[in-house]
């Protein structure tokens, strides 16, 4: 069993079908949606976790791609350009889901990007304008 | 009768490398085990530091004369305006100044810009006048081209500083990060027991003409800083539980690393600076040595309703206890987060104390000391005759 977060993007003609019932129906997929924009006949985008064994979330995954909706893993549309982080600590502040957390005893900013909810509080907290997300 | 040392008795020692220097957090350490009698044996300096936001900071530029010459009554480099009031070719860029078109870059980027070696794009106008015939120019500049390029912070290195909190239903866009509504998060900004001015509360050592590290070379204290306020309700260590004294700082930017100056913009606020300072103390006496051996624990501050006009204190906590990750105010448990760094803070009472050690720093005594018992004015608004 893993369980891992991915960004789907809809494009305009396949908002209508109901793609996350076939994960979990075809491909015994945990789905938890933790955040959603849909926008009927024009685009869709979706932060799924899904929640399974290995292989079945390959096929899911792949099922999904068949249909021209884009699949990607969250950490690869997370950018923090880490080089020139100054470790101040202000994106901690606004992180609720914990992903962004000082270590306690060097006082450097860790970024667990598996817990990241695409809330997008850091883009504008952080003063240096380090982080990127790309979810539409 | 305890020890004491004199500032040329430390500097002897550092010179022929047999001080003993400790950062603030390892006396704080050491201290839980031997007396201040003890310690003021034992060490000889300890070192101090903080790298905060400070929006109180600028820079001091000569661009020199062109020619013809011109007489600048209006500066932008970058398109940031520069103050025009000085002389012909002379300025000063204070680090919150921008454009309001380009509201995310401003005078510290611009400072920024030109420590990093990059152009800058000058653009002045004058009216003309026989001894300045010149109306406008437009020019590149970088940080070999200027003359003077120095750094003179008004009020930085605050003593203490205040949590704060949002008690409202809306999100808070402060110089103190982004507070989320309804107590879902505190703010805090001072390195604790390795910030400069709670290792010596009443300025026992730290006074003008003070030599300290600034933005990574040798700078000096030259003044109080400004809103520099001593009678702020203090603990029972005379420590103040909020913000009070500051100092003013000065050193040549061309001798600085961007390492430790850097440019910040805050969404909704606006441009501030990241400003590196470590203070060496001496250790001179017992009493000082008190004073430099205090810990988180010991450190209060006072935590403030940001999200309420007057921000209203609804409590007081321990740097401990801010460090832990949560407080508890008014019965409920808040996540902390810190604004300024505490690595980079370790990073420069490391260096200081590097280069005491190494002979290359030597501690000075203070041609004058600060003055005590200050408060400050609030701004009365008075009736204005239209005439």
Request: hydrophobic share 35%; charged share 25%; glycine share 8%.
């Amino acid at each position: 069993m893993i369980k891992k977060r991915y960004i789907l993007n809809f494009p305009p003609q396949s908002g209508d079908k109901a793609f996350t019932y076939h994960l979990v129906k075809d491909y015994d997929i945990r789905i938890n949606i933790l955040k959603a924009e849909v926008y009927p006949g024009k685009r869709g985008s979706l932060l799924l976790e899904l929640q399974g064994k290995t292989e079945n979330i390959e096929k899911g995954v792949k099922y999904i791609k068949s249909h021209k909706i884009t699949c990607e893993s969250l950490d690869k549309r997370i950018r923090w350009k880490q080089e020139k982080c100054i470790d101040c600590g202000n994106c901690t502040a606004v992180c609720f889901a914990g992903a962004l957390t000082m270590n306690k005893s060097n006082w450097e900013l860790e970024f667990d990007k598996s817990k990241c909810v695409v809330c997008e509080l850091c883009i504008p907290a952080c003063p240096l304008n380090l982080f990127e997300i790309d979810f539409r | 009768m305890s020890t004491t040392k004199s500032y040329e008795e430390i500097n002897q020692k550092l010179k022929a490398g047999k001080a003993v220097v400790l950062t603030a957090e390892e006396v704080a350490e050491m201290a839980k085990e031997m007396s201040p009698e003890e310690i003021v044996e034992k060490v000889d300096v300890v070192t101090t530091a903080t790298f905060g936001a400070m929006c109180s900071s600028g820079a001091i530029i000569n661009f020199g004369h062109a020619d013809p010459p011109i007489r600048m009554e209006k500066i932008r480099l970058n398109g940031v305006p520069c103050y025009e009031g000085l002389a012909a070719v002379d300025s000063y860029i204070g680090a919150t100044a921008c454009d309001p078109d380009n509201p995310e870059y401003g005078g510290a980027h611009v400072i920024q810009d030109l420590l990093e070696g990059k152009d800058v794009v000058l653009e002045a106008w004058g009216k003309g006048t026989d001894c300045y015939p010149r109306k406008h120019i437009k020019t590149k500049i970088n940080i070999n081209t200027i003359n003077e390029f120095t750094l003179f912070n008004p009020r930085n290195a605050y003593q203490n500083y205040n949590v704060a909190v949002n008690t409202t239903s809306t999100i808070k866009h402060t110089y103190m990060g982004t507070l989320l509504p309804n107590l879902r998060n505190a703010t805090y900004s001072t390195s604790g027991e390795l910030s400069p001015l709670l290792n010596d509360p009443e300025f026992k050592t730290i006074g003008l003409g003070t030599r300290i590290f600034l933005g990574g070379t040798q700078g000096f204290v030259v003044w109080p800083g400004t809103q520099f306020h001593t009678t702020k309700p203090k603990n029972e260590l005379g420590v103040p539980v909020t913000n009070a004294a500051t100092i003013a700082v000065i050193g040549n930017l061309k001798e600085m690393s961007a390492e430790y100056i850097q440019a910040a913009s805050y969404e909704k606020y606006g441009v501030s600076m990241f400003v590196g300072i470590g203070i060496p103390i001496p250790v001179l006496n017992a009493d000082i040595a008190k004073r430099v051996s205090i810990n988180n624990s010991q450190i209060e501050t006072s935590v403030l309703d940001y999200g309420t006009v007057g921000t209203p204190k609804l409590g007081q906590v321990t740097y401990e206890e801010l460090q832990s990750g949560t407080i508890k105010v008014k019965g409920k448990k808040i996540r902390t987060a810190p604004v300024a760094s505490l690595k980079k803070a370790r990073k420069i009472a490391d260096e200081l104390k590097k280069w005491l050690q190494n002979g290359e720093f030597e501690v000075t005594k203070p041609v004058q000391m600060f003055p005590a018992n200050t408060s400050l004015n609030a701004l009365q608004e008075t009736e204005v005759d239209n005439d």
